[in-house]
C-alpha cells in the first residue's frame, strides 16, 4: 500500500506543465464564465497609508486621555506611598515610631511597621507598573 507521499509526489512529478501559461492565466481560468479579469485588476489602486487610519486617531486619541488620568492615578498612589511610609514627620510611619513608649502609638509600630512597610512596597511595585504603561503607551 503506498502512503500518500508517494501519491502526490508521483501526481507532482507526472503533472505536465504548459510553459506558456502565467498565474495570471491561470487565474482567468478560475473565473465565472462572463467575468473580466480586467475589473478583479488592482494596480492602479493606490496605496493607502496605514497611520491615516481615522480608527488609529481615534485609539491614539483614547489613550492619550488615559494616559493622563493614569497619571493621575500615579501621583495620588505615590503621595499615599508618601504618607504610609515617607521619611518626613508627618508620615504614618514616623509617627509611630517616634511615639513614646508604653502608648498605643508604640503597640502599633511594634505589630504593624513591616505592614505598612510591605504595603508601600507593593504601592510602590503598582506605581511603577503603571509609568511602564505610560512610556510604553508614548511610542
Given at each position: 500500500?503506498?502512503?500518500?507521499?508517494?501519491?502526490?509526489?508521483?501526481?507532482?512529478?507526472?503533472?505536465?506543465?504548459?510553459?506558456?501559461?502565467?498565474?495570471?492565466?491561470?487565474?482567468?481560468?478560475?473565473?465565472?464564465?462572463?467575468?473580466?479579469?480586467?475589473?478583479?485588476?488592482?494596480?492602479?489602486?493606490?496605496?493607502?497609508?496605514?497611520r491615516?487610519?481615522?480608527?488609529?486617531?481615534?485609539?491614539?486619541?483614547?489613550n492619550?486621555?488615559?494616559?493622563?488620568?493614569?497619571?493621575?492615578?500615579?501621583?495620588?498612589?505615590?503621595?499615599?506611598?508618601?504618607?504610609?511610609?515617607?521619611?518626613?514627620?508627618?508620615?504614618?510611619?514616623?509617627?509611630?515610631?517616634?511615639?513614646?513608649?508604653?502608648?498605643?502609638?508604640?503597640?502599633?509600630?511594634?505589630?504593624?511597621?513591616?505592614?505598612?512597610?510591605?504595603?508601600?512596597?507593593?504601592?510602590?511595585?503598582?506605581?511603577?507598573?503603571?509609568?511602564?504603561?505610560?512610556?510604553?503607551?508614548?511610542?
Open positions: 500500500m503506498k502512503t500518500f507521499t508517494d501519491r502526490f509526489l508521483k501526481v507532482l512529478s507526472e503533472a505536465p506543465e504548459d510553459p506558456a501559461m502565467t498565474d495570471a492565466d491561470a487565474a482567468s481560468a478560475q473565473l465565472d464564465p462572463g467575468t473580466d479579469p480586467a475589473v478583479l485588476d488592482v494596480q492602479d489602486v493606490p496605496e493607502l497609508d496605514p491615516a487610519n481615522p480608527a488609529n486617531d481615534m485609539v491614539k486619541q483614547q492619550a486621555q488615559f494616559a493622563g488620568q493614569i497619571g493621575e492615578w500615579v501621583g495620588k498612589v505615590e503621595e499615599f506611598i508618601e504618607y504610609l511610609n515617607g521619611i518626613g514627620p508627618e508620615s504614618v510611619n514616623s509617627q509611630i515610631n517616634s511615639a513614646p513608649c508604653d502608648t498605643i502609638m508604640d503597640d502599633i509600630a511594634r505589630s504593624e511597621t513591616k505592614k505598612i512597610g510591605r504595603i508601600a512596597q507593593d504601592l510602590r511595585s503598582l506605581s511603577e507598573s503603571l509609568k511602564s504603561y505610560l512610556i510604553a503607551n508614548d511610542d
